[in-house]
């Protein structure tokens, strides 16, 4: 199957996708800092797509949980303008933009992005405008409360409001969105039950990277820390059949993914 992403084809299905984070912010939950220079940034992302990335996701506003100081259009732009263009001169690999804004959304576009990730959990005319005229990949993701019907619904419904309009289908993808409204059991239910929120005909993603659920369950305080739990997690999402995983640390977490893929490819021989 393939998501229409720009000038991308990407290919889905069959080994779940791997998408690398570069978080360019100060304040990320996870790690705050670490890449906020153009040049950490773009040294973190070349170094993801060598170890294995088949997406980058940059991100230029934290969205951890409780954060209230939202940053300007402007401040996303500033921050992601040196690093963008230059990743995409020096790599192929699609590049993802999680944003809400519209106007951030275009200018990355018109940089090389491929795909807007949009967390705001509505599917609203002005991104959907930006969407279809650069015809982008767009991540849908359910942002708040709820169980398996919720979320479900919720796709459903999104995907008939980008029909209405004029979206392809083949550009959308859904994301559950852990650790966005949630509380850690609701979380963890998803985790468990990816497969019944598979929705015909579009890819799913999982980004449980770091988040609280891990911490909780894994019994780990420090974000940093949590990737270990996180390759269990991965490991639920490959065997359920997510199609995308978004994640830190590539280079540990593929080699689970990987091997969790082998095991789901020989059930299947069964």
Same mark, same amino acid.
């Given at each position: 199957?393939? %998501?229409?992403?720009?000038?991308?084809? $990407?290919?889905?299905?069959?080994?779940?996708?791997?998408?690398?984070?570069?978080?360019?912010?100060?304040?990320?939950?996870?790690?705050?800092?670490? #890449?906020?220079?153009?040049?950490? /940034? $773009?040294?973190?992302?070349?170094?993801?797509?060598?170890?294995?990335?088949?997406? @980058?996701?940059?991100?230029?506003? &934290?969205?951890?949980?409780?954060?209230?100081?939202?940053?300007?259009?402007?401040?996303?732009?500033?921050?992601?303008?040196? =690093?963008?263009?230059?990743?995409?001169?020096?790599?192929?690999?699609?590049?993802?933009?999680?944003?809400?804004?519209?106007?951030? /959304?275009?200018?990355?576009?018109? %940089?090389? /992005?491929?795909?807007?990730?949009?967390? &705001?959990?509505? =599917?609203?005319?002005?991104?959907?405008?930006?969407?279809?005229?650069?015809?982008?990949?767009?991540?849908?993701? #359910?942002?708040?409360?709820?169980?398996?019907?919720?979320?479900?619904?919720?796709?459903?419904?999104?995907?008939?409001?980008?029909?209405?309009?004029?979206?392809?289908?083949?550009?959308?993808?859904?994301?559950?969105?852990?650790?966005?409204?949630?509380?850690?059991?609701?979380?963890?239910? @998803?985790?468990?039950?990816?497969?019944?929120?598979? =929705?015909?005909?579009?890819?799913?993603?999982?980004?449980?990277?770091?988040?609280?659920?891990?911490?909780?369950?894994?019994?780990?305080?420090?974000?940093?820390?949590?990737?270990?739990?996180?390759?269990?997690?991965?490991?639920?999402?490959?065997?359920?059949?997510?199609?995308?995983?978004?994640?830190?640390?590539?280079?540990?977490?593929?080699?689970?993914?990987?091997?969790?893929?082998?095991?789901?490819?020989?059930?299947?021989?069964?």
């Amino acid at each position: 199957m393939i %998501w229409k992403c720009t000038d991308k084809n $990407i290919e889905y299905g069959d080994r779940p996708l791997i998408m690398g984070i570069v978080n360019v912010t100060p304040d990320s939950f996870s790690d705050g800092g670490d #890449h906020f220079s153009p040049e950490s /940034a $773009i040294e973190c992302a070349l170094k993801l797509v060598e170890d294995g990335a088949d997406i @980058l996701d940059f991100g230029a506003q &934290s969205t951890r949980p409780g954060y209230t100081e939202k940053i300007s259009p402007l401040e996303e732009l500033d921050r992601l303008e040196p =690093v963008i263009s230059k990743v995409r001169a020096q790599t192929d690999v699609p590049i993802s933009i999680d944003t809400y804004f519209p106007v951030v /959304a275009l200018n990355t576009l018109e %940089w090389g /992005a491929n795909i807007i990730n949009d967390v &705001s959990g509505v =599917v609203t005319k002005e991104m959907a405008k930006v969407v279809k005229n650069n015809q982008a990949g767009w991540i849908i993701m #359910h942002n708040g409360a709820g169980g398996v019907d919720e979320v479900n619904k919720f796709f459903v419904d999104s995907a008939q409001q980008c029909d209405a309009l004029g979206i392809d289908r083949a550009q959308i993808c859904f994301d559950m969105g852990i650790g966005f409204g949630k509380d850690r059991l609701q979380d963890l239910a @998803l985790i468990s039950r990816v497969s019944d929120y598979k =929705v015909e005909g579009y890819p799913l993603l999982l980004g449980t990277s770091r988040k609280r659920v891990i911490g909780k369950y894994g019994g780990e305080s420090v974000a940093k820390n949590r990737d270990y739990g996180n390759i269990a997690a991965d490991t639920a999402g490959v065997l359920g059949g997510v199609d995308i995983i978004r994640l830190h640390n590539v280079k540990a977490e593929k080699q689970g993914i990987d091997m969790a893929y082998a095991i789901k490819k020989m059930q299947s021989k069964e």
